[in-house]
């Protein structure tokens, strides 16, 4: 009975039941959707206030602007090199095992009217519009609209300004703790519905795309998932092994997050979770509260690997061969175009459109149809591995900046808080 008491084998039970009741009940499994959209719509509820929280009050407690600026710029030079492994990986594991070969899609029987609104929305993205959209037009837009860079712009100046204001910044600094807390007791209660939504999340999507879609683009699916693990294996547990820690402890370590991640498919329901978790292992807030939200948007190293495989992909089924120097721009415009996919659900798909539109129609936009109906079961592979590089990204980065206490680390990653965890989500009593 303990085991049933942990969140993570409760989130396990809700996938598994919920794949159960789409493949046997599809009509029931669609109906179940109100679960998972209304448990990821309380968690996106909470995200805009607990970065705003934990950015601001670390900043302000930084006392340093210099290490502010060294912290951005040290995030950003690491998201640059991992993207940019990530990218090369999808293009090797593409060209290696060529999973579009011999589908033969026919280019006239593409359903272009279901990818119009993808098409749409990837015409209005250049690099000038994405960095002005970065300022918003408002402080209150920037949080109802929920975008995590305008909020993260307005939460970096508003914790310079506390560093700025002496005694009075102080005050305002301990309003914002106490809020903190009240925010992260929120999302404990929220916590309790995660299973409910995996559930839900999960019926719904094998009810709807079913596994018959699956056997079709099974060689796509398996892979995206093969290049994804690919990476975390031997590109992040290098980076771990040399930031001095065990990946697969990190892992462990932040278990319960995956499995959310896992059953919602959206790597934002765990991200107040992983900021908690990641200050608990020993990480400094100000650089959680940079390095976590900055690589939802700019280090999204799943996102990346699927990009470049669902490009190749297209181009193989439809038989469309692409030289190397091809495949290079192809890549170069990925790293522009990907650092606009943050945490929504579908937005690679707009990044996707967006990129082969930009090839100046070698690859015809409509293909994006060929994988509409798998794009769902690739999410989770895409979502796991951009939570664990974040992860990963802000450990290192605040062993860059000594802003790691490694005996807390250790502690952390050796399931010291593990039966602490447990009893901080007890089942509810019954009523």
């Known amino acids: 009975m303990h085991h049933l008491k942990s969140l993570y084998v409760q989130v396990l039970l809700g996938i598994f039941i919920g794949v159960l009741l789409g493949h046997f009940f599809p009509d029931l499994g669609v109906a179940m959707q109100p679960f998972g959209t209304g448990f990821i719509k309380l968690i996106k509820m909470l995200i805009a206030p607990v970065i705003f929280l934990t950015v601001s009050i670390g900043i302000a407690k930084m006392n340093d602007l210099k290490s502010l600026g060294r912290v951005g710029l040290k995030s950003i030079v690491y998201f640059e090199v991992l ?34 609104s993808y098409q749409a929305a990837a015409a209005e993205q250049s690099t000038v519009d994405f960095f002005l959209n970065i300022i918003p037009n408002s402080v209150v837009d920037a949080f109802a609209k ?80 093969a290049a994804c693990i690919l990476f975390i294996f031997v ?18 370590y932040i278990r319960q997050e995956l499995m959310l991640v896992l059953g919602t498919s959206s790597s934002e329901a765990a991200l107040p979770r992983l900021m908690e978790k990641l200050e608990k292992a020993g990480c400094a807030k100000p650089v959680v509260g940079l390095v976590v939200p900055t690589g939802y948007s700019f280090n999204l190293d799943g996102t990346c690997i699927y990009l470049t495989m669902a ?77 664990i590089g974040n992860g990963v990204a802000t450990m290192v980065v605040a062993k860059w900046e000594n802003a790691r206490d490694d005996v807390q680390m250790e502690r952390a990653l050796s399931g010291a808080f593990d039966a602490e965890e447990d009893r901080s989500l007890p089942l509810p009593a019954a009523v």
């Open 83 to 116: 993207t940019t492994a990530a990218l090369a990986i999808g293009l090797l594991v593409a060209n290696v095992w060529r999973p579009g070969a011999g589908f033969n899609a026919d280019p006239a029987k593409l359903d272009a009217k279901s990818i119009a």
């Open 235 to 252: 590109v992040l547990n290098a980076v771990a092994w040399l930031s001095g820690f065990s990946l697969w402890r990190f892992i462990r």
């Open 311 to 387: 490009a190749l992909f297209i181009a193989q089924a439809l038989n469309i061969p692409l030289s190397f120097t091809e495949q290079l721009t192809l890549l170069g415009i990925l790293l522009l175009t990907s650092k606009g996919a943050a945490g929504v659900t579908g937005s690679g798909f707009i990044v996707l459109a967006a990129t082969l539109s930009a090839l100046h129609g070698k690859i015809p936009v409509e293909g994006v149809a060929l994988i509409l109906g798998v794009d769902r079961f690739m999410s989770e592979a895409r979502a796991l591995t951009n939570l």
């Open 146 to 225: 929920g975008d995590l860079l305008q909020i993260l712009l307005f939460s970096i100046l508003f914790g310079i300004a506390l560093t700025q204001l002496g005694s009075a910044g102080e005050k305002i600094l301990d309003l914002l703790e106490q809020l903190s807390q009240a925010f992260f007791k929120i999302v404990t209660m929220v916590m309790y519905l995660a299973p409910l939504g995996a559930f839900g999340a999960m019926a719904f999507t094998v009810g709807k795309f079913g596994t018959a879609t699956l056997a079709n683009l099974f060689e796509i699916m398996v892979a995206v998932y």
